[in-house]
């Protein structure tokens, strides 16, 4: 896939053209899809949510936005991985409201951002500290939401923020300092 094609039909979308709504699903579908799987990788395993309807949720909220101001094909892919995050985080929410009144016990960062087995709550826990982090530093809240949520690698990261890569290992080092940081401390209260 071209990446001027994806971006010429979001333009065009954005533009009133329903039809390069159509044209654009079969182009995007398998990057989707690609996002949902590494983002599914990093949870509990059992997870009841599959690739498949994690793609097409996000596709959905993609497309419902209104006045959405597609700049090009990493942008709409950033937009997939902030999509993404949010389902999952929605998804763990829904689960944690049903058993409410267990209790939490800590959560240890280097497990949330790098073993497939977590809880929903580590899920909540990691979204509480991120929507923080991302008050003081937006891009490196979106680089954590990048490479974890939507398991893209830093080269991809790089080209979807336009930056270098060099600051999207810098920014990953740090946001992951500071998210263990605050998330030990509200495991531990």
Known sequence: MLSSDVTQLLRSWRDGNKQALDELLPLVYTELRGLAERALRHERPGHTLQSTALVHEAYLRLVQQDNAEWQNRAHFFAMAARMIRRILVDHARARHAAKRGSGMPKLALDEALGVAEKNDWEVLALDDALNRLAQMDEQQAQV??????????????????????????RDWATAKAWLFREVSRAGGS
């Open 144 to 169: 954590v939401e990048m490479r974890f949520f939507a398991g893209l690698t830093v080269e991809e990261t790089a080209e979807a923020l336009g930056i270098s890569t060099a600051t999207v290992k």
